[in-house]
């Protein structure tokens, strides 16, 4: 299945605002953790980069990062702002094989259909290296649903995603959960989750 054209239309509107939204001075404790798990110089897949922002962090700390959105809009905005290679890509567009050392998909895959998660998690792990570092953020629920903007959004049980995971291939390390107001305006449950191949 291709990428939600709706979900899409939401982020090339609201790609500014999405931006001033979620601007940060500097890397999150969960971007932050990832980097202090990667070897210096690690290329790092940015799925679903949105407007770069933790492709701009992981270059600072010396990592070599892809930044891929689905969004025309964010790929211009993160070129615009970041002058970092950004580039147009789907989550079915992952087909490289141990190209990367670590993959950032933070609140992406959220929007891809629940009978293709196993798909698009199979990649990753045959995209990662070796002992390859995997962080995935995601909405914590039941079902699929449109949000108030017309995003498309899969809610995962924490059960779930963790089997899907390990299904994967992957290692489980470290978890968190918690709340957060997104662009929608709404507080929303989600679980962070980092992994190992």
């Known amino acids: 299945m291709s990428a939600d054209a709706r979900t899409i239309a939401v982020y090339d509107a609201r790609a500014g605002e999405y931006e001033d939204r979620f601007r940060q001075a500097r890397p999150d404790r969960h971007l932050q953790a990832f980097i202090d798990l990667l070897p210096q110089g690690a290329r790092v897949l940015d799925l679903g980069c949105g407007p770069a922002n933790a492709s701009a962090f992981l270059r600072e700390a010396g990592m070599i990062p892809d930044p891929v ?3 025309p809009a964010m790929v ?6 970041h002058a ?3 580039r147009l890509a789907t989550f079915d567009d992952i087909e490289d094989i141990a190209a990367y050392e670590g993959v950032w998909a933070n609140f ?5 259909p629940r009978a293709d998660l196993p798909r698009h998690l199979g990649a990753i792990y ?7 570092l995997l962080h995935l953020g995601l909405k914590t629920g039941t079902g699929t649903a449109r949000d108030a903007l017309d995003r498309l959004y899969t809610y995962v049980t924490l059960p779930e995603i963790s ?9 489980l390390l470290a978890k ?9 305006g709404t507080e929303d449950p989600f679980v962070i ?3 190992r191949k």
């Open 69 to 71: 959105d689905a969004s």
């Open 76 to 81: 211009r905005l993160a070129n615009e702002r």
């Open 84 to 86: 970092i290679g950004a």
């Open 108 to 112: 992406s895959l959220l929007h891809a």
């Open 126 to 132: 045959r995209a990662l290296t070796p002992g390859g």
């Open 163 to 171: 089997g899907l995971l390990t299904d994967a291939g992957f290692t």
């Open 176 to 184: 968190a959960e918690g709340r957060e107001t997104g662009l929608a």
């Open 193 to 195: 989750l980092r992994a």
